[in-house]
DNA sequence: TTAGGGTTAG
């Protein structure tokens, strides 16, 4: 957990004295206190009392309050009512990471009883429940993976006056699908006919895409004849799905053969700079990298420039093949046609070149951008920072310093500059340290808390209780 | 607002 790195409301001798106080503390704000409150009344209709708090809601406020409904474990069908309840407001909608903490945090998808608790105490309660909650419930589903519970609350929507629409069947058809159970998949997607519902192209894709996972090229191309049949018109996005399925179980050419007909078709079939990608991708994938510069003279062709998705994807390909060479020749004829910037392209290379573990290339690939006044994007800081930080950390120190005296404002993570805090503290570089505490406090860095104690404890121990002060009292 | 490509983690 992150704490704040500069707490100016606490008094420095407590500060020193007792640092973990310090960690402990978490800033709290009203909207938290006053929702909490009604949330640990156990009031069988929590909604409508949470409705009359009316206090602000923002992802930091509903985090809070998941998390502490999580660690009491007395409250945790209480705190999926409040998760629920705050997805329907008008004024805050969760967005994927939110769900993503809720299921972690209550380990929905071990406890897959929950949510079945959840819709059983909703009826006990005889509470009001409308289709908006439902879509909340299903993509907790979704986020926890589990398809048959999603079914199950489809069913169970009835029950409350709701009737399914496109969108709860087709979260419920995409869980079978990531699950691979296509038969199922199919069943539902039978069942909405029934229901005056149609599958739509969402829900095609959702299943295409599943059967090229799969491998099962011919089961996706059955379906895409299906709609055909239809006299649906198909999309850029469904052809793509197609043709990387078919080059990804290798079967280049036929796909080469799509994407001709998607140019021949034209309109929402015309490929774009995803299909591109992803063709290149596959190319590199298959080690023929070289071979997917002609993709690249195809795009530029037809009038679709690369962006830096793409840039990616090929000194990936050029680097695994060891072509550090084509790779700069590629920077050059992509910066040239004005899409993605040098500085972009080559803080790709350094992030491709590390996570490769060609350190020295990357270090001075690096180098070389700062002394030709490219910015480095955040993460070729970071990566390069954190290997530098592992090595030598004064010479992590040395680069950190370089990037600021440039003026470059990349995003290094927060880890990185507590990781390079406690290595200039182990090594006793107390005034590089100090350096770094301003530094740190000047930008509103916070220190990682897991570093905290430590740091703390060294300066303590060094007798540098002055730098403990600033570092903690800004 | 449930659908397509890459690199972090949130």
């Known amino acids: ?101 809720a299921c972690k945090l209550f380990n929905i998808n071990q406890n897959p009883n929950l949510i079945t608790d959840v819709i059983d105490a909703y009826t006990l309660d005889n509470s ?44 419920v058809i995409r869980v079978f699908c990531e699950k691979g159970k296509m038969d199922e998949a199919l069943m539902l997607m039978q069942e909405m006919s029934l229901s005056n519902l149609y599958p739509d192209m969402v829900t095609f894709i959702t299943m295409v895409k599943s059967f090229c996972d799969l491998g099962r090229i011919q089961d996706a191309s059955k379906l895409f004849k299906i709609v055909k049949q239809q006299g649906c018109s198909l999309n850029v996005i469904a052809y793509s799905t197609l043709l990387d399925g078919i080059c990804k179980v290798g079967d280049l050419e036929k796909g080469l053969n799509l994407l001709d007909e998607m140019n021949k078709k034209g309109g929402s079939c015309t490929p774009t700079v995803v299909t591109y990608t992803s063709m290149i991708r596959n190319f590199c994938e298959k080690k023929k990298s070289m071979e997917a510069l002609t993709i690249l003279d195809r795009m530029e062709n037809n009038g679709c420039l690369a962006n830096r998705v793409t840039v990616t994807t090929f000194i990936n390909g050029l680097i695994t093949e060891n072509r550090i ?34 350190d020295e290339d990357g270090e ?43 003026g470059f404002v990349s995003s290094i993570d927060s880890e990185i500059y507590s990781m390079m805090m406690d290595g200039l503290c182990r090594k006793g570089c107390l005034m590089e340290a100090s350096k770094l505490a301003r530094l740190m406090i000047e930008k509103g860095v916070r220190l990682n808390g897991s570093y905290s104690e430590s740091v703390v404890e060294y300066l303590n121990n060094a007798g540098e209780m002055e730098l403990v002060s600033r570092i903690f009292g800004g």
């Open 128 to 171: 009001v429940v409308n289709l908006k909650s439902f879509k909340v419930v299903l993509n907790l589903c979704k986020e926890a993976k589990l398809p048959n519970e999603g079914l199950w609350v489809l069913k169970k929507m009835q029950d409350f006056n709701c009737k399914p629409d496109t969108t709860a069947y087709n979260l």
């Open 325 to 358: 060479d084509e790779a700069y020749k590629l920077i050059d004829r992509v910066v040239n046609k004005g899409n993605v910037s040098k500085g972009e392209c080559y803080s790709s290379l350094v992030v491709t070149l590390l996570r490769f573990g060609k």
């Open 1 to 101: 957990m992150l704490v704040p790195f500069v707490s100016r409301s606490l008094s420095s001798s407590l500060r020193t004295k007792n640092p973990s106080f310090f960690l402990a503390t978490r800033a709290v704000t009203n909207p938290v206190e006053k929702y909490w409150t009604h949330l640990q009344s156990n009031d069988p209709n929590i909604e409508k009392a949470l409705t009359r708090v009316g206090a602000k809601l923002d992802s930091s406020c509903v985090k809070e309050l998941l998390t502490r409904c999580s660690c009491t474990n007395k409250h945790p069908t209480s705190g999926l009512r409040f998760f629920i309840w705050a997805g329907i407001q008008r004024e805050y909608r969760h967005n994927s990471h939110m769900y993503n903490i």
């Open 364 to 406: 001075k690939v690096f180098r070389k951008m700062l002394s030709n006044g490219l910015k480095p994007d955040g993460l070729a800081c970071s990566m390069l920072l954190k290997k530098m930080c592992l090595k030598e950390v004064m010479d992590a120190f040395e680069v950190c310093n370089e990037i600021e005296k440039l």
